[in-house]
């Protein structure tokens, strides 16, 4: 197995894009182009990051990783807080890899735990095709998805891999139905759709929403984080019509950052 370290070098290179910042229901605030640039130093033993942004540069050194980042094999990962707290800002970088290509998504929450941004980050490598997919569609998700479930632990315990099943489909009314089973469970859920937000309001106190984005991407997260209540921060990326990857980011009722989990899936039958 790779060191996380190791897997972080995998993230090395110039990365050109943008950054799209959207509000809480997914109406674009505003969209600046990038280049976040990640070099080895010394034998690779230290990381120099530089983000370029408009007329800003911003320069980063680390030679070791924080206690709120995990990599998976492919070079993913995950940054954020490790713990919710009453009154504190709170939120989360989800960042999947495919190729030539990366897709971030930072989901932050305001001081009342309600969600309040979503930044969207879409990046190729210098010197390669940037490939823009059209922003994701409801029809782009529905029939079923066999998928690989990998989960890592911030405290390094081993990793646990699954098979999942994923069934989207819409009912006579319009609303989504979703049947996720992994594990030797079933837990089926319905939501209502309104043009790119899909919400599963079924429990009034613990709205998820997925919000539909640019490039085959989608953001899902309470509306809003609160102590002694579990819940995720989760991107999903369509990376081809039948290939999918999602990353999920899992807290406890005690608001602890509890485990990490990468999902690729395909679709093996259409709606």
């Known amino acids: 197995m790779s ?11 110039e990365w050109q894009g ?6 809480a229901q997914g109406q674009l605030l505003n969209d600046i182009p990038t280049v976040v640039s990640l070099a080895g130093l010394n034998n690779n033993q230290t990381v120099r990051q530089i983000i370029r942004q408009e007329n800003t540069e911003k320069i980063l050194e680390y030679s070791s990783l924080a206690r709120s980042v995990l990599f998976f094999e492919n070079g993913a990962f995950s ?3 490790i713990q919710l707290a009453p009154f504190s800002e709170f939120g989360a970088e989800l960042g999947l890899i495919h190729e030539n290509r990366r897709l971030r998504l930072v989901q932050l929450f305001d001081k009342n735990g309600q969600l309040d941004q979503i ?14 997919h059209p922003p994701l569609q409801i029809d782009d998700l529905l029939g079923e998805w066999q998928g690989e479930a990998t989960t890592i632990y911030p405290d390094w315990r081993s990793p646990d ?5 994923l069934k989207l489909q ?4 319009g609303r989504l139905i979703q049947t996720l089973n992994f594990a030797g469970r079933a837990i089926t859920s ?25 490039n085959g991407a989608s953001a899902t997260s309470l509306l809003k984080v609160q102590v002694r209540q579990s819940f995720i921060l989760e991107v999903g990326w369509l990376i081809q019509p039948n290939l999918r990857q999602r990353m999920v980011r899992r807290y406890s009722d005690k608001g602890e950052w509890v485990s990490l989990t990468l999902v690729t899936e395909q679709r093996v039958k259409t709606h």
């Not at 060191?3 to 290179?13: F, K, V």
């Not at 819409?170 to 009314?173: G, K, M």
């Open 119 to 132: 930044t969207l980050i879409r990046e190729h490598l210098a010197g390669t095709p940037a490939k823009d």
């Open 79 to 81: 940054q954020g807080s």
């Open 18 to 23: 943008s950054f799209t910042r959207f509000s």
């Open 161 to 165: 891999t699954i098979s999942t099943n």
């Open 170 to 173: 819409l009912d006579e009314n």
């Open 3 to 13: 060191s996380q370290w190791e897997r972080l070098l995998l993230n090395l290179g």
């Open 190 to 214: 319905t939501a209502t759709i309104k043009g790119s937000i899909i919400l599963f309001d079924q429990d009034p106190e613990k709205q998820v929403q997925v919000l539909l984005l640019p």
